[in-house]
């Protein structure tokens, strides 16, 4: 499967605990985004990098929130102290600019994070 | 103003029913327009671009009016399967928002078609 995929696809964590989610995109794709995603919204964009550089990080973003790209590869998005308000569907999309502005994204399936 | 609106819904129409959704966007210099298509539980998925001339794939029409700032989904002779959440994307370049080029989503309308 050469798309994008997630891992874990499902994870149920205590409050106060730390996650780790992992992406990984289509290889020749040196864009990467994570979204988050509620009940009945649309997604919420996170973070943007293109190849390693983290380009855009959301306002709604909180400092318990972090991401990386170390090789412009693979992504991991990281929450600490989790909240209960964590819980949410976190996608995670690549695409290629190849000089063009505004390439669809292919997402993966997604990591379902529930907090109790 | 939010960047991208959508149309209230749900939508419930019976097989064969032709249905419309409009999207509205709030920067004039966004220049990239799509339509994603999400069932339950999964992620979304590429429905289609859409262009300035418009586009047509089978019973699925997509139109962009920059004068108005709306993109919109015509959907012929429904199917069963074409229940589902859509959402509308538009991709603003970097140097009009001082950011760099993200997808940015509506809310999503769910059309159920009923038999």
């Known amino acids: 499967d050469t798309g994008v995929s997630q891992d874990p696809r499902h994870k149920i964590t205590k409050r106060g605990q730390n996650v780790t989610f992992r992406c990984d995109p289509i290889?020749?794709?040196?864009?990467l985004y994570w979204y988050r995603q509620t009940l009945g919204q649309g997604p919420e964009f996170l973070t943007y990098?293109?190849?390693?550089?983290?380009?855009?990080k959301s306002r709604l973003l909180s400092d318990r929130f972090s991401a990386e790209r170390p090789k412009g590869s693979f992504s991991t998005l990281e929450i600490q102290r989790t909240e209960q308000g964590d819980s949410a569907m976190y996608l995670c999309?690549?695409?290629?600019?190849?000089?063009?502005?505004?390439?669809?994204?292919?997402f993966g399936q997604g990591t379902r994070l529930t907090v109790v | 103003r939010k960047e991208v609106e959508q149309d209230p819904g749900p939508f419930n129409v019976p097989e064969g029913a032709t249905v419309a959704f409009n999207c509205t966007y709030s920067?004039?210099?966004?220049?990239?327009f799509f339509w994603y298509r999400q069932d339950c539980r999964k992620e979304p998925k590429l429905l289609m671009s859409?262009?300035?001339s418009g586009n047509e794939d089978g019973r699925f029409t997509a139109q962009l009016n920059r004068a108005s700032q709306y993109i919109s989904l015509l959907i012929r002779d429904s199917k069963l399967s074409d229940s589902a959440t859509y959402l509308c994307?538009?991709?603003?370049?970097?140097?009009?928002?001082?950011?760099?080029?993200?997808?940015?989503f509506g809310k999503g309308i769910t059309l159920s078609v009923r038999p």
């Open positions: 999309a690549s695409s290629s600019n190849k000089g063009r502005v505004g390439p669809e994204a292919f």
């Open positions: 290889s020749e794709h040196n864009r």
């Open positions: 990098f293109q190849n390693e550089a983290q380009l855009e």
């Open positions: 920067n004039s210099a966004s220049q990239s």
């Open positions: 859409v262009y300035s």
């Open positions: 994307v538009v991709i603003t370049p970097r140097r009009y928002t001082g950011a760099n080029s993200k997808l940015t």
